[in-house]
């Protein structure tokens, strides 16, 4: 697998050419890593684009034109080689994935979906932009869904931790179901001061999803309560997760312009909740930037 890197004087970057998928956030400063390593024990992936959809569908298909269209969790951008478009500088690459014959059997849109990283100091941006190359309106969701280490360093365990988020309320978020739907909503995690412990069986049933932008900032902290690495983002939800019942050395924090479907969903693509709709030569572009507080 083909690897490419950004590099500055505080961290090092590695970003694998499948799924255009960020791999290692080193430190240089401390030969820190943040980022969680793909160890297969517990996730194989450390950082995958979720394109075209996130999470899972009603009976694992989307409708359009009363045609279904088979499709797995988080859908196949993760799984396919990107073309690297551009690098400037070693502080900025540009990634590309264009539609294909196989991509149009499984997602019958003309798309191109472009993934660049800006590296400056310990900042890390990521920034989609989903172009529609169809001559009719296109459909879709993204999200990121990148796993940090947690415990930092194998240095305590991971229920000694706690998530900080840029508000003073409780944060309310909804579960998924056996099948991976929403079905669960109204949970509610007791925000102390904007610290929330992570408990031993938080992620018991999964992804934790809030939804409403209840928070633009979560941060993970030590057992101290010192921060040590940020997600900055716009999107309307986010998820939360690592893996139930393995006490897995990560958590996610996911932005989301997207989630899977509710138990009770039917209908067309079109009536899926949070569907981004583009009509034809429109453009999407938003971000998300990983921040490693030293």
Excluded at 125 to 133: A, G, P, Q
Excluded at 209 to 224: F, N, R, W
């Amino acid at each position: 697998m083909q690897k490419f890197y950004l590099e500055n004087m505080n961290l090092k970057v590695t970003i694998n050419q499948q799924g255009a998928e960020i791999s290692s956030i080193l430190s240089k400063e401390n030969g820190q890593q943040y980022l969680w390593n793909a160890d297969e024990r517990y996730w194989k992936r450390s950082a995958p684009v979720l394109f075209p959809i996130v999470g899972s569908l009603k009976d694992s298909k989307f409708v359009v034109d009363g045609k279904d269209y088979p499709m797995s969790q988080h859908g196949f951008a993760r799984d396919m080689d990107f073309k690297m478009v551009k690098q400037a500088d070693g502080k900025e690459i540009l990634f590309r994935l264009d539609y294909n014959e196989d991509t149009l059997k499984r997602y019958p849109y003309k798309f191109a979906l472009e993934i660049k990283y800006v590296l400056d100091k310990y900042k890390l941006t990521t920034i989609w932009r989903v172009i529609n190359m169809d001559n009719k309106p296109i459909h879709f969701q993204i999200g990121g869904h990148p796993a940090f280490m947690c415990p930092l360093g194998g240095k305590g365990e991971q229920s000694e931790y706690f998530l900080n988020f840029d508000t003073d309320k409780d944060i309310t978020y909804s579960l998924l179901s056996s099948n991976g739907l929403v079905e669960s909503e109204g949970n509610v995690l007791k925000n102390d001061g904007g610290l929330v412990k992570i408990d031993e069986h938080m992620f018991d049933k999964d992804a934790l999803i809030v939804e409403g932008k209840q928070a633009s900032k979560v941060t993970l902290c030590k057992p101290d309560g010192m921060s040590y690495l940020s997600v900055l983002f716009d999107a309307p939800l986010f998820g939360l997760w690592s893996p139930a019942g393995k006490n897995a050395p990560f958590v996610c924090i996911e932005p989301w312009y997207g989630r899977a479907d509710k138990e009770s969903f039917s209908g067309e693509i079109d009536a899926r909740e949070y569907d981004n709709c583009l009509q034809k030569d429109e453009i999407f572009e938003e971000k998300y930037t990983i921040e490693i507080e030293m």
